[in-house]
């Protein structure tokens, strides 16, 4: 079932206690908490990370950063900064909500291994930073709703078969009962788009990482099991072929492509992937490159060229046979 599962991404709040919460801080605090961390990070881990005032990205760069999910839109564009890791699956947000926004990312359903690499991180600031913490009430952050462990903890699945049932209505109810929450796939706020949805955790008060984590992990690996029970219903469908190399067609020949077009092609083209043999690493690495700050890259482009770029990036990537 690990053509569901997408992506695993753990991020951690952290607030340092000598200064006051980024709302509160004047630009001397700001600079002065980034030169803290990067020494940091330089020290413990050197040459793992780079480094990125948020002043001196542009629009399109920082917008780069956003669709590959390293950085939140919540991030200052003036004062903000982040540290991404060479590899691309951790970075370190300063002037975001909270003072540090530690996240880890990596492909599929890998809950323990990306709490793991999320809490090495945590682990090599800890020793060198004083965290904002109390005994009763954990890790102090700026939302009450982050206190406790302020680990936040999602899986984005792609949930088609369960879409078309009209059946995830129901689990949103039931995993709420449970201290979960369903999102879009770019968290809080987002739309959902292409069927895929964000499985988080909720609650971070009087609850343990391991906890948390083991209640997230096992909710979603019920989850991609009636999925699969709904995929394979769809499969018995005399169309079901159809439908997938229809919609892989429009996709290998289209010469426009709105995004949310895409995002509905794609989908029926991860849902076909063990059909066709592709990889559905090849499909989210086609997601990133189809985004609009991707295809822009250095040159502003309206909506109506990156719709045309888009049908010529998706026609040159699967005609190249890595799909």
Excluded at 79 to 98: K, N, Q, Y
Excluded at 226 to 242: G, L, T
Excluded at 259 to 280: H, N, Q, T
Aim: net charge negative.
């Amino acid at each position: 079932m690990n053509n569901i599962a997408v992506s695993t991404r753990v991020r951690f709040a952290r607030n340092l206690k000598r200064y006051p919460f980024v709302g509160c801080m004047n630009l001397s605090q700001r600079e002065e908490l980034i030169s803290l961390v990067k020494t940091a990070l330089e020290k413990a881990a050197p040459g793992v990370f780079e480094y990125y005032p948020m002043n001196e990205l542009s629009d399109i760069k920082a917008a780069m950063l956003v669709e590959e999910k390293l950085i939140s839109h919540e991030l200052d564009k003036d004062s903000g900064f982040v540290a991404i890791s060479h590899d691309r699956t951790s970075s370190i947000m300063l002037g975001e909500e909270d003072h540090l926004r530690i996240c880890n990312i990596l492909p599929g359903l890998a809950l323990g291994e990306t709490l793991s690499s999320a809490d090495k991180i945590d682990d090599i600031l800890d020793q060198r930073l004083d965290y904002a913490f109390d005994e009763n009430l954990g890790f102090l952050t700026n939302c009450p709703t982050n206190l406790g462990t302020g680990m936040r903890a999602s899986v984005i699945l792609h949930l088609p078969a369960l879409e078309k049932a009209e059946f995830i209505p129901v689990i949103t109810g039931s995993i709420g009962k449970l201290g979960l929450t369903v999102r879009g796939s770019y968290g809080e706020g987002t739309k959902v788009s292409g069927a895929l949805y964000s499985i988080s955790n909720q609650v971070t008060l009087g609850i343990s990482e391991i906890e948390s984590v083991s209640k997230l992990d096992t909710v979603v690996n019920q989850i991609m099991e009636r999925e699969e029970s709904a995929r394979e219903r769809m499969r018995k469908n005399d169309r079901y072929e159809d439908e997938i190399f229809r919609n892989y067609g429009i996709m290998r020949y289209a010469r426009v492509m709105p995004l949310d077009e895409f995002m509905e092609l794609s989908s029926w083209l991860r849902l076909g992937a063990p059909i066709m043999g592709i990889s559905e690493r090849d499909i989210d690495r086609l997601t990133v490159m189809a985004s609009p700050a991707h295809l822009c890259g250095d040159t502003i482009l309206s909506p109506e060229e990156i719709n045309k770029k888009r049908a010529d990036v998706v026609r040159e990537f699967l005609g190249k046979g890595k799909i």
